[in-house]
């Protein structure tokens, strides 16, 4: 397991022990709210007209927050979640029967099958004590194995540089950057969302045009 994966889920692990399957319990704060926001943002990747039932590969599901919110939604998905923290992985698993539940990091994880969504929803926001070049490296390896996932496209948030102060724990982004290296590197078909009332934004990267 990359190591860094290995220090977030241990992270992750620890704080879903204390709070449980509650917005605390992901490390996003006590406001529900903003944690719904970044589910509706995670699942505008997808055209649900268009496409009836689109697989969805959830990295980073926590508990299965996501798939919860898209059964509020009636957003009706094949969906996966992978997460490195077990405790996590067998809450989901007991609690949200109609989802697959992986205990797994993504980087080093065998898949049998595409996805036609791959999602990352906090993974790239938060880097506790990891080196800013190697989180940039990290970062860059995961959006590749997204990529290399989907068959239409991803999504995932990043903390912006347009702040008033840093967290040495948080993972900042300046978005142009990012927004370059992806139309570089990954595809020429994408779109970056910094509108939302949060410090962060979401990039949706997608194989042709949409």
Same mark, same amino acid.
């Given at each position: 397991?990359?190591?860094?994966?290995?220090?977030?889920?241990?992270?992750?692990?620890?704080?879903?022990?204390?709070?449980?399957?509650?917005?605390?319990?992901?490390?996003?704060?006590?406001?529900?709210? =903003?944690?719904?926001?970044?589910?509706?943002? !995670?699942?505008?990747? %997808?055209?649900?007209?268009? /496409?009836?039932?689109? $697989? *969805?590969?959830?990295?980073?599901?926590?508990?299965?927050?996501?798939?919860?919110?898209?059964?509020?939604?009636?957003?009706?998905?094949?969906?996966?979640?992978?997460?490195?923290?077990?405790?996590?992985?067998?809450?989901?698993?007991?609690?949200?029967?109609?989802?697959?539940?992986?205990?797994?990091?993504?980087?080093?994880?065998?898949?049998?099958?595409?996805?036609?969504?791959?999602?990352?929803?906090?993974?790239?926001?938060? =880097?506790?004590?990891?080196?800013?070049?190697? !989180?940039?490296?990290? %970062?860059?390896?995961?959006? /590749?194995?997204?990529? $290399? *996932?989907?068959?239409?496209?991803?999504?995932?948030?990043?903390?912006?540089?347009?702040?008033?102060?840093?967290?040495?724990?948080?993972?900042?982004?300046?978005?142009?950057?990012?927004?370059?290296?992806?139309?570089?590197?990954?595809?020429?078909?994408?779109?970056?969302?910094?509108?939302?009332?949060?410090?962060?934004?979401?990039?949706?990267?997608?194989?042709?045009?949409?």
């Amino acid at each position: 397991m990359d190591p860094i994966s290995k220090a977030l889920g241990q992270h992750y692990s620890e704080k879903f022990s204390l709070h449980g399957p509650s917005p605390e319990g992901v490390d996003w704060g006590s406001d529900e709210t =903003k944690m719904l926001l970044r589910y509706d943002k !995670m699942l505008r990747v %997808a055209d649900y007209v268009a /496409r009836n039932k689109p $697989s *969805l590969l959830d990295v980073g599901c926590g508990y299965g927050g996501l798939r919860g919110y898209a059964i509020s939604k009636n957003i009706d998905l094949d969906y996966t979640g992978i997460d490195v923290a077990s405790n996590m992985i067998e809450w989901a698993g007991a609690n949200l029967p109609s989802g697959n539940f992986i205990h797994g990091d993504i980087l080093d994880y065998k898949f049998d099958r595409e996805f036609d969504y791959v999602v990352c929803n906090g993974i790239l926001t938060q =880097k506790l004590e990891t080196a800013g070049l190697q !989180m940039d490296q990290f %970062a860059a390896q995961l959006i /590749r194995q997204m990529f $290399s *996932l989907c068959t239409i496209g991803i999504a995932f948030n990043v903390m912006t540089t347009k702040v008033n102060y840093y967290s040495n724990n948080l993972y900042y982004r300046n978005p142009a950057e990012l927004f370059s290296w992806c139309l570089s590197e990954i595809s020429p078909h994408l779109k970056l969302d910094h509108s939302y009332p949060l410090y962060e934004y979401t990039i949706y990267l997608y194989r042709n045009p949409v």
